[in-house]
């Protein structure tokens, strides 16, 4: 808008954008808005030294689980088996626990 004033900025605040909040298919949705800015000037550390976004590499990229056409077909039923596994133990203690208030209850109510 060309009428619109920018507000001045805390000290506190470098203008970094934290969380992208700029969706398709909201209502505030702007595609100019989806271009990265670069910083107006450089951001200065407490030593005095430029700060740089630090580079990814293998330690700092996120685990990403590979796609079914990654996997072989016996090591995809392993995946599937040992997931429904896990689902069933955990519901093997919500019912073992449900049974033990059930019966707790029954002692201490007793009638």
Known sequence: ???KK???RPDWDDGRTIANMNIDGMPWYDPRKDVPEAPSEPLIGEDGQELRPER???DTRPFILPQHDELTGREFR???VRA????VGIALIFVLAAFLLIEAMLLF???
Not at 84 to 87: A, H, K, Q, V, Y
């Open 1 to 3: 808008m060309p009428g």
């Open 6 to 8: 920018k507000k001045p």
């Open 56 to 58: 990814e590499t293998e």
């Open 78 to 80: 392993k995946v599937v």
């Open 84 to 87: 429904t596994l896990i689902g």
């Open 109 to 111: 109510w007793k009638v």
